[in-house]
């Protein structure tokens, strides 16, 4: 195969998965911006200090759970594309009313972990001026716990059949929606109480709800999902089936809640340190989260063409699929790490002006910057992984990048050198760096041992 063979194909190759990647990036940005718009408008508050801390030190409680729900039901994506991959549509549709059984089953702990949150917070030894402020907004959340499962079903099994377009629909319209019901129920606005941060996680609930009742109509609706028949009938529990995905979904679910862990850690860890770096890291992690979420996006896309290879029994094509992968995620990450780099001062001040908390959440932003490489290529080469199924081995992992390094050293500088914030975000950057390496020796063992 000459160069110019070559060039095309890789070409072609980097287009097809943009194509589906590019819907999932802007739909997790819409998605993940209404935590942005959330941070932002608390810097808005009377009490901003308090409630910024409350929010990021609630928001980590919320993610703890949330990611083991995503990281469990993210199995339908990988299974339905490659049963589509196969063309087995019908049993794509089956296997995802099965995993609707699995996506009822939790919500109720999500639901009764931000309900019942103000013990754990106090276990925690949260600053007590933060914890009732933080515990009402997770209860307000609480109630779209529900709605959040059901919508990330719905998102996974389109998302599977490679149809990526209503991520990006959804996520918008939930973004649009957020902003004006922050507005009216944080700072109580036509007739309305101001309900500061719990105004805010009622309002997220609510545009949880609606996001799932529009994914609903329009996969009801849409023709591309006819050939499934995804909502012909509901069927009883299939207690074979559901193990099956548990299988492979638990593994997912717990490399996720380890990484979402390391950031959750962070947190609450950051928290003891008292409102203003608890406030000054919620900045620097909330923008560089906001990031993160094109990565995701691409994951997403890396997994659903690998999956569709391994499918097809086309394994060649399923490694090509993940090396691409590496290589538009580098040229991102770049863009982002220099962004960070460059304009520190413009970023924070999109939050705050605040004169104790800007100069600290500056300086947070050189390490955010640092780390977009490995956190881009771990949550890559988790994609390229997903698509073969292949999940086992990357929480041993995560528990070892995550737990015994990142948490442990970030621990010891923090309070051991008394580095404050910066000493856990050190500890961050070597936890994802070992990740990394060995997610992407593992999807090279895994993608050569199968070619």
């Known amino acids: 195969m000459n160069s110019i063979t070559k060039a095309k194909n890789h070409s072609a190759e980097i287009r097809r998965t943009l194509q589906l990647a590019l819907p999932v990036m802007i739909g997790q940005l819409a998605v993940f911006s209404m935590n942005f718009v959330d941070t932002v408008m608390a810097g808005r508050l009377p009490d901003k200090e308090i409630s910024l801390a409350a929010l990021g030190i609630g ?76 515990a009402e907004y997770l209860r307000a959340m609480s109630w779209g716990a529900p709605g959040l499962c059901l919508v990330f079903l719905l998102r996974f099994f389109s998302e599977g059949t490679g149809h990526t377009r209503p991520t990006m629909l959804y996520g918008v319209a939930g973004a649009l929606l957020n902003i004006p019901l922050n507005y009216i129920l944080m700072f109580g606005k036509f007739g309305m109480p101001a309900l500061g941060v719990m105004g805010c996680g009622i309002a997220t609930s609510i545009v949880l709800w609606l996001q799932f009742l529009m994914l609903f109509y329009y996969i009801r609706t849409h023709r591309h999902y006819e050939p499934f028949e995804l909502m012909s009938h509901l069927e009883k529990p299939d207690w074979r089936e559901i193990w099956g995905l548990l299988k492979v979904g638990i593994p997912i679910a717990l490399a996720i809640f380890v990484e979402g862990s390391l950031f959750v850690g962070a947190a609450l860890l950051i928290g003891r340190l008292g409102p203003v770096p608890a406030a000054a890291h919620l900045i620097a992690i909330n923008f560089a989260a906001l990031l993160f979420m094109i990565p995701v996006g691409l994951s997403s896309a890396i997994s659903i063409r690998v999956g569709n290879a391994v499918g097809r029994n086309d394994h060649g094509g399923a490694r090509y699929a993940g090396l691409i992968g590496f290589l538009i995620i580098f040229i991102i990450q770049s863009i982002s790490a220099a962004a960070l780099l460059l304009f520190p001062e413009l970023i924070v001040r999109i939050y705050t002006t605040d004169l104790v908390v800007a100069p600290l959440a500056v300086s947070l932003l050189f390490y955010a910057a640092i780390f977009q490489y490995p956190d881009g290529l771990q949550i890559v080469a988790a994609g390229a992984l997903r698509g073969y199924k292949d999940t086992r081995m990357p929480v041993l992992y995560m528990v070892v990048s995550f737990w015994i390094v990142g948490l442990t050293l970030g621990y010891h500088l923090t309070f051991g050198r008394e580095m404050g914030p910066a000493g856990m975000w050190i500890g961050m950057i070597a936890g994802l760096t070992i990740a990394a390496s060995l997610m992407i020796l593992r999807f090279n063992h895994t993608s050569k041992k199968l070619t």
């Open 59 to 134: 928001g980590a409680v919320w993610s703890s759970m949330l990611m083991f729900v995503l990281g469990t039901l993210m199995v339908v994506q990988p299974s339905v594309a490659q049963l589509d991959g196969a063309d087995r549509k019908l049993d794509a549709a089956s296997q995802t009313r099965q995993a609707l059984w699995i996506a009822v089953a939790f919500s109720l702990p999500f639901w009764l972990l931000c309900f019942f949150s103000e013990p754990l917070l106090t276990a925690f030894l949260i600053d007590p001026a933060i914890v009732p402020t933080a």
